[in-house]
Nanobody, 121 residues
Framework: QVQLVESGGGLVQPGGSLTLSCVASGSIFSIYGMGWYRQAAGKQRELVATITRRGDTNYADSVKGRFAISSDNAKKTVHLQMNSLKPEDTAVYYC???????????????WGKGILVTVST
């Protein structure tokens, strides 16, 4: 019904930048919120940044001032601009979108499969 596909990950040196993108497709009526989460090896998945349909944003303390989330609801896309990357940012990054399907009542969370970001020399 809904598919989320992330792109833009890869290997980057400390201090470098990457931009992640996530596009949703399927029988989508409306998107209520979008976000990025990450899971490092041996750790639990954690929130990185979220953005509401109105444009309100929220960031984890560890990425404030370095990461920026943006979205284009018409294109069903959310981006994560990551600057000043650190080795501790290494993780699999997951996109999540809160989506209401065509003909369905309540919105639900949908997740992408994840994309690896490695920050290393």
């Amino acid at each position: 019904q809904v598919q989320l596909v992330e792109s833009g990950g890869g290997l980057v040196q400390p201090g470098g930048s990457l931009t992640l993108s996530c596009v949703a497709s399927g029988s989508i009526f409306s998107i209520y919120g979008m976000g990025w989460y990450r899971q490092a090896a041996g750790k639990q998945r954690e929130l990185v940044a979220t953005i509401t349909r109105r444009g309100d944003t929220n960031y984890a303390d560890s990425v404030k001032g370095r990461f920026a989330i943006s979205s284009d609801n018409a294109k069903k896309t959310v981006h994560l601009q990551m600057n000043s990357l650190k080795p501790e940012d290494t993780a699999v990054y997951y996109c999540k979108q809160d989506i209401q399907l065509l003909g369905k009542g309540l919105p639900m969370d949908y997740w992408g499969k994840g994309i690896l970001v490695t920050v290393s020399t």
